[in-house]
């Protein structure tokens, strides 16, 4: 059974800072992987999606990588600033036709 | 602009009554879905349609009902048999079969709150 684990739960870093978020899953028999982004009382907000051939999605200060031998993929953000603050979230499609999402991250940016 | 529309954004209901979310989609995409989020539980999914005229129960399909008599629409009936209905309401779209791994886009999210 796919399990996708994102940690820490929360992060705290000051502006500026480069930071990586981290995303874990126990099957690597994926077709893709999509990151996310939540602010609070709103839907989802889709940042990169990584297909399973691919290595790595870059869009912006935003990069995405996957491993999937590993079961791993991170999402780097450069230079972060407050209006990054949310909750971001990853999601791999199963070759079994499910999509399994983590519990999600969020993030704090501080001025 | 292209995009998906849930409505109400805010809902409120007695219980024992049904109600109704929509969803609408602009973006032509083929498959829709309705998920439901809780604090530390994250997004679980209920429905899920690939084409008009079909769709699939999810992991938690238990107190609710679909229609897809059309493409861009997709509303999800909350019943008075689901036992915990307070929640967030997402729906989302897709231009293929999530067996093939489209992109997902999601709408604003509608909370229904039982009284």
């Known amino acids: 059974k796919q399990e996708v684990t994102q940690i820490p739960a929360a992060l705290s870093v000051p502006e500026g800072e480069n930071l990586v978020l981290n995303c874990s899953f126990t099957?690597?028999?994926?077709?893709?992987l999509q990151w996310f982004r939540q602010d609070p009382g709103k839907g989802l907000t889709s940042l990169l999606l990584?297909?399973?051939?691919?290595r790595e999605q870059t869009s912006g200060r935003l990069n995405a990588s996957l491993d999937k031998s590993s079961g791993r993929s991170t999402l780097y953000i450069a230079a972060s600033q407050p209006g990054d603050s949310a909750t971001y979230l990853c999601?791999?499609?199963?070759?079994?036709?499910?999509?399994?999402f983590g519990q999600g991250t969020e993030l704090s940016v501080k001025p | 602009d292209g995009g998906i529309t849930q409505s109400p954004k805010y809902l409120f209901r007695k219980e024992g009554q049904n109600v109704t979310l929509s969803c609408e989609q602009n973006?032509?995409?083929?498959?829709m879905y309705w998920y439901r989020q809780d604090p530390g539980q994250g997004l679980r999914l209920i429905y899920y349609?690939?084409?008009?005229?079909?769709?699939q129960k999810g992991d938690i399909a238990e107190g609710y009902s679909v229609s897809r008599e059309k493409k861009e629409s997709f509303p999800l009936t909350v019943t008075s048999a689901q036992k915990n209905p307070t929640a967030f309401y997402l729906c989302?779209?897709?231009?293929?079969?999530?067996?093939?791994?489209?992109?997902?886009?999601f709408g604003e999210g509608s909370r229904l709150t039982v009284l």
């Open positions: 990584i297909q399973s051939s691919q």
């Open positions: 999601a791999v499609y199963n070759q079994g036709g499910k999509l399994i």
């Open positions: 099957d690597s028999a994926i077709y893709n």
């Open positions: 349609s690939q084409i008009v005229n079909d769709f």
């Open positions: 989302a779209s897709s231009s293929r079969d999530r067996g093939l791994g489209g992109e997902l886009f």
């Open positions: 973006l032509n995409h083929d498959a």
